[in-house]
């Protein structure tokens, strides 16, 4: 089956220590989207890529990055983790464009202890 | 500011029962997606409604897109334990680009 595949599903780290969260799709579809959620909050978009081209939101603090080596990957690297940045990390897919419906994966929980 | 706003934001009762949830805005959206997430996993999409007015059924659960696709409604018939979740909606708007805003999600509890 077609899919937004998440890895891991549970990412334990330490304050400071780099993380990176990985998401895979087998839908070929143009768009990747990175959320965080917290509990009980809506998803908050962090940044997606349309095909090559990166769009970060204005409110993104700078300690998280992406990068989309191709059509099926797509990566989050936390350079720093805080405290404050312990959430579900979300990585979602649409064939066009921002209206275009959007196919979440089961999500990353990252902990920073 | 919110600007999918969803309500109730948690609601509880009894297997059998019939409920409604609301999603509204102020704004016009070109589309709005249901979700449902469990905890612990990634929102699972139910239903896309693009056009104002629009009824769509899934099983026991329709939905309704407002006539000027500004406000949606999910009912629930006979509600059962597995309809228990986070339900999302999410719409989409041009802002000098499309976006996709979501709501803060409405939590059910179906009791056995």
């Known amino acids: 089956d077609a899919m937004v595949i998440q890895n891991p599903r549970y990412q334990v780290t330490q304050f400071g220590k780099p993380v990176t969260l990985s998401c895979s799709q087998t839908l070929n579809h143009n768009v990747m989207y990175w959320y965080q959620q917290k509990s009980s909050q809506a998803p908050k978009l962090l940044f997606h890529y349309y095909d090559k081209d990166f769009n970060n939101e204005a409110d993104t603090p700078d300690n998280f990055q992406s990068r989309r080596p191709n059509t099926s990957f797509c990566f989050l690297d936390i350079r720093s983790p805080g405290l404050g940045d312990a959430a579900m990390y979300l990585c979602?897919?649409?064939?066009?464009?921002?209206?275009?419906?959007?196919?979440f994966g089961p999500g990353t929980r990252l902990t920073v202890l | 500011t919110q600007l999918l706003e969803q309500s109730p934001q948690f609601l509880s009762i009894q297997e059998g029962e019939n409920l409604t949830v609301y999603c509204n805005s102020s704004?016009?959206?070109?589309?709005l997606q249901w979700y449902r997430q469990e905890p612990g996993e990634g929102p699972v999409l139910l239903v896309t409604?693009?056009?104002?007015?629009e009824v769509k059924k899934l099983k026991r659960l329709t939905f309704q897109f407002g006539d000027a696709r500004k406000d949606s409604s999910l009912h629930i018939t006979a509600a059962q334990p597995g309809d228990t979740g986070l339900y999302l909606c999410a719409g989409a708007r041009n802002t000098g680009g499309f976006k996709t805003i979501f709501g803060a999600g409405t939590r059910l509890f179906v009791k056995a």
């Open positions: 409604v693009v056009t104002g007015g």
């Open positions: 979602a897919t649409s064939r066009w464009g921002s209206a275009d419906t959007q196919y």
């Open positions: 704004s016009v959206f070109s589309s």
